[in-house]
C-alpha cells in the first residue's frame, strides 16, 4: 500500500513539472506535430477497422436476439447508436489505445533513458519531461477526433449490417438512430475522452521515464504501463458515469 502511494506521488509530481520550465516553442512545435502523426493519424488505420466491425457485429447480435414481432426492428439501431456512442468508441477504443499508442510511448522513452539520452538532456538544462511528456499531451488533445471517427464508423458499420444483412430497413434504422437521442451522451462520450487522453500520454511516459534496467525492462515496463492504464480507465469510467448519468 504505501509502495502503491509512493509511485502516486512520484505520478503528481511528474505532472507538475512537465508543465515547468516550458521548452522554446520553435523547439517543441516539431515534437508535437511528430507525436500528433505517431500517436492520432498512425492510429487511425486500427480505430476505423476495429469500429466499423464491432459496429455491425452489435447490430447483428441485436437482431438475432429480437425474437418479439411487437418489439419493432428500429431498437436495432438505437441499441447500435448507445453501445457505440456511449461505452465502445470512448472506454473500448481508450483500451486498445493503450496498446498501441501507450507501449509506443513507454518503449520510446525508456530506450531513451536506457541509452542515457535523457540524462544527456538534464545535462544540458533542459526540462526532460517537459521536452518528453508535454507534446504528447498536446497531441493527445485531438484524442476525440479519433472517437469521433469511431462513433461514424461503428454506426455506419452497423447500418451496412442491418440493412444488407436483411436484419432492418435502412428507413427503420435511420428513425432507430434518432429515437430518443440525447446530445449530452455526446458531450459524456467527449468528457471522457479528454480524460482518457491524458491519462494515455502520461501513464505510460510515467513508466517510460522511471524505468531501471537495461533493454529487457523496456519491454516489462511497456506491459506494466498497458495494464496500469486499462485498469485506470477502467475505474475512471465507472466514476465518471456515476457521476454524469446517475
Same mark, same amino acid.
Given at each position: 500500500?504505501?509502495?502503491?502511494?509512493?509511485?502516486?506521488?512520484?505520478?503528481?509530481?511528474?505532472?507538475?513539472?512537465?508543465?515547468?520550465?516550458?521548452?522554446?516553442?520553435?523547439?517543441?512545435?516539431?515534437l508535437?506535430?511528430?507525436?500528433?502523426?505517431?500517436?492520432?493519424?498512425?492510429?487511425?488505420?486500427?480505430?476505423?477497422?476495429?469500429?466499423?466491425?464491432?459496429?455491425?457485429?452489435?447490430?447483428?447480435?441485436?437482431?438475432?436476439n429480437?425474437? @418479439?414481432? #411487437?418489439?419493432?426492428?428500429?431498437?436495432i !439501431? %438505437?441499441?447500435?447508436?448507445?453501445s *457505440? &456512442?456511449?461505452?465502445?468508441a470512448?472506454?473500448?477504443?481508450?483500451?486498445?489505445?493503450?496498446?498501441?499508442a501507450?507501449?509506443?510511448?513507454?518503449s520510446?522513452?525508456?530506450?531513451?533513458?536506457?541509452?542515457?539520452?535523457i540524462?544527456?538532456?538534464e545535462?544540458?538544462?533542459?526540462?526532460?519531461? @517537459?521536452? #518528453?511528456?508535454?507534446?504528447?499531451?498536446? !497531441? %493527445?488533445?485531438?484524442?476525440?477526433? *479519433? &472517437?469521433?471517427?469511431?462513433?461514424?464508423?461503428?454506426i455506419?458499420?452497423?447500418?451496412?449490417?442491418?440493412?444488407?444483412?436483411?436484419?432492418?430497413?435502412?428507413?427503420?434504422?435511420?428513425?432507430?438512430?434518432?429515437?430518443?437521442?440525447?446530445p449530452f451522451?455526446?458531450?459524456?462520450?467527449?468528457?471522457?475522452?479528454?480524460?482518457?487522453g491524458f491519462?494515455? !500520454?502520461?501513464?505510460?511516459?510515467?513508466h517510460?521515464?522511471?524505468?531501471?534496467?537495461?533493454a529487457?525492462e523496456?519491454?516489462?515496463?511497456?506491459?506494466?504501463?498497458f495494464?496500469?492504464?486499462?485498469?485506470v480507465?477502467i475505474?475512471l469510467?465507472?466514476i465518471?458515469?456515476?457521476?454524469?448519468?446517475?
Open positions: 500500500m504505501i509502495k502503491a502511494l509512493h509511485y502516486i506521488g512520484m505520478y503528481f509530481l511528474m505532472i507538475k513539472e512537465v508543465f515547468n520550465k516550458p521548452t522554446k516553442w520553435k523547439v517543441m512545435k516539431p508535437i506535430l511528430k507525436e500528433i502523426d505517431d500517436l492520432i493519424i498512425g492510429s487511425m488505420g486500427i480505430v476505423a477497422f476495429i469500429s466499423f466491425f464491432i459496429g455491425a457485429v452489435v447490430a447483428i447480435q441485436t437482431a438475432l429480437l425474437n @418479439n414481432p #411487437l418489439i419493432p426492428k428500429s431498437l !439501431a %438505437f441499441a447500435t447508436r448507445q *457505440v &456512442i456511449l461505452e465502445f470512448p472506454t473500448f477504443i481508450s483500451i486498445i489505445m493503450a496498446g498501441r501507450g507501449s509506443y510511448i513507454t520510446s522513452i525508456g530506450t531513451m533513458r536506457v541509452t542515457e539520452q540524462d544527456a538532456l545535462v544540458m538544462g533542459v526540462n526532460s519531461l @517537459n521536452y #518528453l511528456v508535454f507534446p504528447k499531451i498536446i !497531441a %493527445f488533445l485531438l484524442y476525440p477526433f *479519433v &472517437i469521433s471517427v469511431s462513433m461514424f464508423l461503428g455506419l458499420g452497423g447500418w451496412i449490417a442491418g440493412v444488407y444483412g436483411g436484419f432492418v430497413g435502412s428507413d427503420e434504422f435511420i428513425q432507430g438512430i434518432q429515437t430518443e437521442f440525447k451522451h455526446v458531450f459524456y462520450a467527449f468528457f471522457k475522452t479528454f480524460i482518457f491519462m494515455l !500520454a502520461t501513464i505510460p511516459s510515467f517510460g521515464f522511471f524505468m531501471k534496467g537495461g529487457l523496456v519491454g516489462k515496463a511497456s506491459t506494466t504501463a495494464v496500469w492504464t486499462s485498469v480507465i475505474l469510467n465507472y465518471v458515469t456515476q457521476l454524469l448519468l446517475s
